[in-house]
């Protein structure tokens, strides 16, 4: 049970029903989701939050499915249980299925690993510098993969 | 300064000197990173590390592109340096400038945020309720969009 | 169920029975929290963790509410269940209901946030530079607020 | 020096140089901290930050005070330079000295170290039982004090 | 229950097949444990991570009871349920009771804790200068004990 | 620089000098270490907290050696730049070399991974069932191998 009471729609008066509404709306939900409903004690809170997350999830240079696989590598690392099903639910509605969902979990756990190893060591980072190629010499420069 | 002395590629030998082959050919890079010069001193852990990592960030489902973005995810929520660095150039090398690393930032910022609230509260998750379509009952489903 | 027995009040003798007396002395309670009960194994390390959990809620320049806010923002932070049942009840014994809690709790989510912005994106500090006022020049000071 | 260039505030234009300016008069400050001018590159999520941080932020039921105590409380538990830089010097602002920052990160010392142990051995919370008060049977209730 | 399907033994052909049968018998069980269940979605990372685990656990400078103290560490600080409950029994087989556990968690509390204070004061650590011996100058050195 | 001043040895009076004098004649040191000094501010918490600390790292059923490793393990998962200084210093006075720290750091590498795996897919643990001795029945059992 939450530690504090989910404000229900039935309860929901002013700037909490339009942004229960809009929620609903721009979602295509019935319900608002329990997240939300705990928020709802602080109107204006619930109200510049979820405007937020509109403009953070906005279509940009990254589209939705990157972003839902950020939220579910950043839930993995912080162990959230609530958004991990939140958003490996999004993810699925989105099209993946278990083997994308191991996949994608292999790459935050071998980092949430190589981080703890790198920092551990306290390991110093140097630009790559790429092999030189016929003719020319090498330069330090931007490489296409990390690690 | 790193908290072990780098193996340098000059000092490479047998399993150690081979693995910085492959990853100087596989990455067209001139010299090894810093990273494996650490794990170079256990000879197995470097061969089997690399051999891990080429397996997480093959082309899969998810391409390249997301797993560095996820890598760069992972290493801001735990803030390890030498991971920013390293996948925030590679995500350059792949195209993405100022705006974008900010856009992929503000995901992150928003579900470590999140997370804490949610876990914070301990609000418990209930499976989306999408709403009716005409002439339709509401049902319990998979929506595409987490929170 | 707890990964260790929980050494009971009956059960207790010696240096473990007189820090259990004071626990429920000092805190007015009939049963010892069972916390301490999982440290009893060690008397000598629940005698002093809990000499220590009394230097550092002692009143001082941080009241006991402000002491028991701090402890739930950092169990939010890292997801502590029990911890966040304890001094989530402890804040409603000292009058915050759920507008409190969840007011505390935006700020514990603002920081979790920015604090991966911040670090992710390898921002450096500089120190404020007040607005000069009326007739005086500006220089770098201490602010009154963060961020 | 940070992973992107900062929007200096010669450079900022529309809304960008709307919420700068509002930054700038809202805290007396002559320059824009470093934060909000990586948070740039993405106009709308600095407007809708910004704004909710003046929403987190706003005395309620917790004070200024209170709520920069809290968000020292998290950078320290996640490790943010930047944040940790920010938010003492607010801190100090508001008349903190040494010895009450020190008193500070000690509550927050004692809730990372006891979060470990009572997560990392899983001890399950009960609810106080209080002192029976002369005349009174035992009963479950909310106390004052955590753990 | 698991976000992912578990494949089951039954269900397990070619390279998983195999791995699940190196897991069961070099760790004499008659069944796979879950973990490598939830891998098995992509036989690739089940074989090279079951490969890296046993490179990893192999008795060198340190022994298996140290490595499973290290996870169990490891585990209590990021607070996993599964790998808690998993290491925490191979270290019961191993020989550890209730008392052993409880000392082994309060060095992960009290680094726990003073991670925090010495992150959130940003303490500038000095190589430690040992006491001088009689008749000899001081000099920096390597002590023995941290702190 | 530390965010607040250090009391050094030669303001250190009454509680805080007495204390100063047991780290350096029990740790044989000719200076105190700087985070003790940061704790200084607080006599009483200081106090407290050195004597906490030598109940911790106490010889017991865990020996110095595995309690430095611990201190280790924990403080590469937080990412404690002091912490790590002080105590791979400690464990190279121990006898530990560069190729012991990357063994040991591999054990935190791969648990700080399998933790994210785990908790990010919810794997539910089960006991381990044993592989049947000849002529005996399968039975749950505590195994010797956590994973």
């Known amino acids: 049970m939450a530690l504090v009471k989910l404000v229900e729609e039935s309860e929901a008066q002013g700037l909490v029903a ?13 319900k608002v989701p329990n997240y939300w ?11 510049v939050t979820w405007e937020r ?22 839930s993995a690392t ?5 958004c991990l099903h ?3 639910d ?9 083997a994308e969902l ?11 690993g190589s981080n703890a190893m790198a920092s551990g060591l306290k390991v110093e980072y140097a630009a790559p510098v790429p092999m030189a190629e016929e003719g020319q010499p090498e330069r330090a420069s931007t490489s296409k993969e990390g690690n």
């Not at 912080?78 to 609530?82: A, F, K």
């Open 90 to 98: 999004a993810l699925r509605g989105l099209g993946l299925g278990d």
């Open 37 to 47: 409903k705990a928020l709802a004690h602080q109107p204006a809170l619930l109200a």
């Open 86 to 88: 939140s958003h490996t």
């Open 78 to 82: 912080n162990n959230c249980d609530y």
């Open 102 to 112: 191991v996949e994608l979990m292999s790459v935050v756990d071998f980092f949430n």
């Open 53 to 74: 997350l509109k403009t953070v999830m906005a279509e940009g240079a990254l589209d939705r499915r990157t972003k839902e696989i950020i939220a579910v590598a950043v």
């Open 18 to 30: 339009e942004v229960y509404q809009d929620i609903m709306t721009s979602r295509k939900l019935a």
